[in-house]
């Protein structure tokens, strides 16, 4: 009888283990699916820690405190009533993500048909994966590209308008004044990038890039 007590303890000691763990698992997911920025993705999550047995909260309160990748390893820090439980968790995730539909040579203007979108695990990919075509359409590739690669923000940099060291139209708008003049430009730049030009007389202003290529100046 005595044997068949401890036996009964034991089991209820696992089974509330086993609840405890499924709740705080359960209760984790729900709060990283609302932090998590891709709401497409199927994620799951992976507690790595060992969980104590007398872990158990009715309104956990969770904070990341690595947030630079949405996936992967993280550590969570769960606050309950004044108890603090650190917890380190892997975070699996399938969603799409963008690859190249085509051999893209190095220095090409990526349009939307160099582009398709596959669906597959994220978090074994690369860091800084394209996840959407309109992020990667207009940027221009630093090598080449072949068909069905991953593509990254590491091998690709925006679309330059305005070339270090050329004559640029510069707009300057005052409130009583507009005047047009040229000047040269001290450094790259894409669309509404913002960058030091040199003018005639030698006097180097800043100003932002519009649409056109010309640069505006307000005083």
Same mark, same amino acid.
């Given at each position: ?30 709060f990283?699916?609302k ?10 999550i ?17 904070s ?22 650190y ?16 051999? +893209?040579?190095? =220095? /090409?203007?990526? *349009?939307?048909?160099?582009?398709? $979108? ?51 139209t510069v ?11 040229k ?20 006097? +180097?202003?800043t =100003? /932002?890039?519009? *649409?056109?290529g010309?640069?505006? $100046?307000f005083?």
């Amino acid at each position: 009888m005595i044997v068949l007590k401890i036996i009964i303890y034991f089991f209820l000691l696992f089974l509330t283990f086993h609840v405890n763990a499924i709740t705080l698992t359960n209760q984790l997911n729900n709060f990283l699916k609302k932090e998590y920025p891709f709401k497409k993705d199927i994620i799951s999550i992976i507690i790595r820690t060992p969980l104590k047995k007398n872990i158990y909260c009715e309104k956990p309160v969770f904070s990341i405190l690595n947030n630079i990748n949405y996936i992967g390893l993280k550590d969570v820090l769960l606050t309950c009533i004044k108890k603090h439980y650190y917890l380190k968790i892997e975070i699996h995730a399938k969603g799409e993500y963008i690859v190249a539909n085509r051999n +893209i040579p190095r =220095g /090409t203007k990526i *349009k939307e048909s160099d582009l398709k $979108v596959l669906i597959g695990r994220i978090d074994l990919l690369p860091s800084y994966t394209y996840r959407r075509k309109q992020d990667v359409i207009n940027r221009v590739n630093l090598r080449d590209i072949l068909p069905f690669q991953v593509i990254t923000s590491l091998i690709t940099r925006p679309f330059w308008i305005v070339k270090i060291h050329q004559q640029v139209t510069v707009i300057i708008h005052s409130n009583n004044f507009t005047i047009f003049s040229k000047a040269k430009s001290l450094s790259n730049g894409s669309e509404n990038d913002t960058i030091r030009i040199k003018t005639k007389t030698g006097k +180097i202003i800043t =100003g /932002t890039i519009n *649409k056109s290529g010309e640069v505006i $100046v307000f005083l």
